[in-house]
């Protein structure tokens, strides 16, 4: 854009669109021109048509080269939104990939970390049950000993109850 602007020179990125010689207007003296008026007429119709027309032909060329260069503005527009796409697709590309692995390695991980868990789970519920066993065994073998330990003493207690009832 800035090129085809360097390249005409007159900021509007137009090139000068040349005149044809019958487009100018030139006065004409008051005497000359009632004559020529009357034999002219269809003459100069026919210049102001032919104006007119040139007029309409330049304005449509105009227009139509704004469109073009509007056209060229977008085109460049959507190519350098194209670029930064492209650039931001070049960096994040590799972040994804990284990204992924270190999903997958967080993945296997937790895999791992589950299985442990479900190991030491039930090692928990074994351990739990045994703990229970010894709990039970302890018990019994505590009233086993209060028995053991009651029996000794009876004959002991027999004993002084018979040498108390001696003495007496």
């Not at 137009?14 to 034999?39: M, V, Y």
């Amino acid at each position: 854009m800035e090129g085809i602007q360097k390249k005409f020179g007159n900021g509007q990125g137009l090139p000068p669109i040349p005149l044809p010689s019958s487009f100018s207007r030139k006065n004409t003296g008051d005497d000359a021109g009632k004559e020529a008026k009357a034999t002219a007429e269809p003459e100069t119709e026919d210049r102001e048509l032919e104006a007119k027309k040139l007029r309409r032909v330049l304005a449509s060329r105009q227009y139509s080269q704004k469109y073009r260069l509007k056209q060229l503005h977008y085109i460049m527009q959507l190519e350098t939104e194209v670029k930064a796409l492209q650039a931001e697709v070049a960096i994040m590309s590799p972040r994804i990939k990284y990204a992924d692995c270190q999903n997958s390695l967080l993945r296997a991980e937790n895999g791992s970390m589950k299985q442990k868990l479900s190991a030491f789970s039930g090692e928990l519920t074994f351990k739990e049950a045994q703990y229970e066993e010894l709990k039970r065994e302890r018990q019994i073998l505590k009233q086993l000993c209060i028995m053991y330990n009651q029996q000794q003493e009876q004959p002991k207690l027999v004993n002084n109850l018979n040498q108390r009832f001696n003495k007496m």
